[in-house]
């Protein structure tokens, strides 16, 4: 039977797991999940290679991070409709991941290599009660951050720069240079006081802890521990100790892949 470029749009709160990639040293990986159950669904006598259900993702996401709209595919053998795997996928996934959009991609479609783009939205909670309901799924403050501030910094990270100090990355020998196409910053009031704050990036790509690293900058510019010119410092430097710390995972979405 001829393998098919299966394509999954795949939504996954993070908590329970230790990020997107298979690990060898742990299966609590959302990818690892997948390919467990894609096994256990089509898996056959010859399918005995660790690689034979890989998948290939758009893009890592850490641990405790989430995802809306992940992309994965994998070269499948089988006759169902893709209507059918996702329900079936479905029915043996945790209920913490979820295939929404399952379709045949033609053959040489790859969701990292064809990635031209992605949107992260990290999620903020101010106010003297905590939401309950986001308690892992955002990060949660007393104090309100000055949003203006933070809004005339983050027009001073976007751009095409090497983002090397915005990264974790000791060094690379690939290029780290990437364009932010824009920060965003909402906020809508909370009902018992406090704020719901939405910052939402835009660009070609992101390095290593990148959009939580420029989270934790601003934020330190929004409670007036570093200047709004002090922002980019980093860029100019490209030295790590020139950025803010990294915002905690559980407040990042990977919201979608551009392609």
């Not at 609590?28 to 010859?46: F, K, P």
């Not at 783009?117 to 009660?129: F, L, Q």
């Not at 007036?224 to 030295?239: I, S």
């Amino acid at each position: 039977m001829k393998k098919r470029n299966i394509v999954f749009e795949i939504a996954y709160e993070g908590t329970r797991y230790s990020g997107w990639q298979k690990q060898g040293n742990t299966g609590r990986t959302v990818s690892g999940r997948i390919e467990e159950a894609l096994r256990q669904l089509y898996g056959q006598a010859g399918d005995t290679a660790p690689d034979a259900f890989e998948l290939a993702g758009a893009g890592r996401t850490d641990a405790g991070v989430h995802a809306l709209g992940q992309v994965a595919n994998v070269h499948l053998s089988c006759d169902d409709a893709p209507e059918r795997i996702r329900e079936k996928l479905n029915g043996i996934l945790p209920t913490d991941i979820r295939i929404q959009r399952c379709y045949e991609a033609e053959d040489r479609f790859h969701a990292r290599l064809k990635a031209t783009g992605k949107i992260y939205e990290y999620v903020i909670v101010t106010g003297p009660v905590e939401d309950l309901w986001l308690r892992n799924r955002a990060l949660q403050m007393k104090d309100e951050p000055d949003i203006e501030a933070m809004r005339a910094a983050a027009n001073l990270l976007v751009g095409e720069h090497d983002y090397l100090g915005f990264s974790s990355l000791k060094a690379s020998k690939k290029s780290t240079v990437r364009r932010v196409d824009s920060i965003e910053i909402w906020a809508e009031e909370r009902p018992v006081g406090g704020k719901v704050i939405r910052l939402i990036f835009t660009g070609n790509g992101f390095l290593y802890h990148m959009v939580r690293i420029l989270t934790g900058t601003l934020l330190e510019v929004g409670m007036h521990e570093r200047t709004v010119t002090d922002a980019a410092r980093a860029l100019q430097t490209l030295d790590r100790a020139d950025a803010g710390p990294a915002a905690p995972a559980m407040g990042l979405y990977l919201v979608k892949v551009i392609y």
